[in-house]
């Protein structure tokens, strides 16, 4: 009997040994994809449903899968304030029924479904912010108006002006939110998370920046907050991973000096290369060692695969730098997304899937030969 009973603690400790080694699904799945659909376009509600439409959703998770990429990022809208999937919560705040600032089909819901089946997982692109380019959409949401010295000013300045310009401006994303438009983003996200449930397994907020963050322990005090917020974020699956970004530079997007939000759970990664970007033109490699993220927060590295963001047909890199940087940054317990470019019907460009093949090929080694959901 005693002899069972040290047979079974053995086991067990070699069982519990090889479970801390897992680590989070984020750290596993080598690297992944990031894609600005649509993002830097400003559709009419017409163009924008006919280029959601014409989306091959069974394509293009196939060339993800042929990529070996673990994980995507897909952008649900960016500043225009367009969506690729219903929300009644938006609608009802802007005013409009559905296909006017979101679209008919759930475009979302697909690429979760079919990337799910390709053992892929799905992180969601949204704003931390309201869409800064209209301000009809600013408003309707509540957030904080543009401003020049402090004061709110209307529609006549455009709201993506900067201080350079217009003296004294300040967008809404350089000021701190208020609780009125948390309540109204919560709602806004809220829907989509119980809709899609464990489909998405990450966030990926842009804007979160400076002005956001000092102002996290102030709005406590209010009934609708950046908790509150984050708790309708998570409200479909409360173990997604969530990231928060305030910009391209080490300090900020590896959280170097510590979270942005107390809810971080990965880093945002943002950066233009492999390399901190230096005075003197190239500096330390990014990685997890030069540049260590908080405890308990996944190390990720974010950066445009080819000319700019959502933009060229061609990796910029060869295939043995990218094989060199991805294998050392796993190793080093991280992970990097490459932003791709992406047609409207969700074509990706041949020479980049080609250079992501043979990547995939050599780089994509799962280190418990599985990936769970």
Known sequence: MRRLWILFLWILSISDSLGAG???????????????????????????????DSFNVVRFADSVKSSGAGHVIFVVGQHWGKYCAPNSA?????????GVWTSRR????????????????????????????????IKSMGDTLPSINGKSVGPEVDPMSHPRK???????????????????????????????GKLVSGWWFDGYKMEMKDAYESLKKESYNIDTWVTAVLSGNPEAELAFNAGAHPILSLCTKGKLCPHQTFTSGE?????????????????PKNFPAPKGVVWHLLLPLAKGWGAGTESRFPISTLRDRVDLI???????????????????????LRTLGELGKESHKLKDGVRSY
């Not at 692109?125 to 301000?135: E, K, V």
């Not at 492999?274 to 190239?282: D, L, S, V």
């Open 271 to 287: 950066n233009h290369d492999f390399h901190q970007k230096t005075k003197k033109g190239k500096g330390k490699a990014l990685t």
């Open 330 to 352: 796993n190793s080093e317990g991280g992970t990097v997304t490459l932003d791709l470019p992406i047609a409207s019907n969700g074509a990706i460009p041949a020479a980049i």
């Open 166 to 196: 217009v003296k004294g401006f300040s967008r809404s994303e350089n000021q701190a939110p208020n609780s009125t438009f948390l309540k109204n983003w919560g709602d806004v996200c809220g829907e989509w998370s119980k809709r899609y």
């Open 90 to 98: 938006y609608e009802k705040l802007l005013g409009v029924p559905n």
């Open 106 to 137: 759930d475009l979302i819901m697909e690429i979760g479904k079919e990337l799910v089946k390709r053992d892929v997982r799905l992180i969601l692109y949204m704003t931390a912010r309201a869409p800064m380019r209209h301000y009809k959409v």
């Open 22 to 52: 897992k680590g989070r699904w984020l750290e596993r799945t080598g690297y992944g994809l990031m894609f600005h659909y649509e993002a830097f376009r400003n559709h009419t509600p017409q163009s924008y449903n006919k280029a959601v």
